[in-house]
Nanobody
Framework: QVQMRESGGGSVQAGGSLTLSCVAS????????RGWFRQTPGKEREGIAC????????VYRESVKGRFTISRDTANNTLLLQMNSLKPEDTGMYYC???????????????????WGQGTLVNVSS
């Protein structure tokens, strides 16, 4: 059974940084690509960063490019998201997911395993 558990959220002021973690059970980085998603108030959940199956190539949504970095700790089967220069519009719930589009191409955010954790809340104040 696949389970995802996100952590690391919190409250920061604009310009601050946070690092999110996602521990997955029931799958490894050799099985799927991985993605970070967020749901901001009043909007649908969107994919913001993807790291490809078994190689460290990454894809980012334009709104986070240059500020967020997705990476993995393979030894601990943990997905990370380093978030710098945070903005109030980054406020929302953040989730990780396994991505079936292994090269993170095209609309990779539409190709996830339907297994979601509870998410971790990020609140950025101005």
């Amino acid at each position: 059974q696949v389970q995802m558990r996100e952590s690391g959220g919190g409250s920061v002021q604009a310009g601050g940084s946070l690092t999110l973690s996602c521990v997955a059970s029931g799958l490894t980085f050799d099985d799927f690509a991985r993605g970070w998603f967020r749901q901001t108030p009043g909007k649908e959940r969107e994919g913001i960063a993807c790291i490809m199956f078994s190689v460290d190539r990454t894809v980012y949504r334009e709104s986070v490019k240059g500020r967020f970095t997705i990476s993995r700790d393979t030894a601990n089967n943990t997905l990370l998201l380093q978030m710098n220069s945070l903005k109030p519009e980054d406020t929302g719930m953040y989730y990780c997911a396994a991505v079936r589009r292994l090269d993170c191409s095209g609309p990779w955010w539409d190709y996830t395993l339907d297994t979601w954790g509870q998410g971790t809340l990020v609140n950025v104040s101005s």
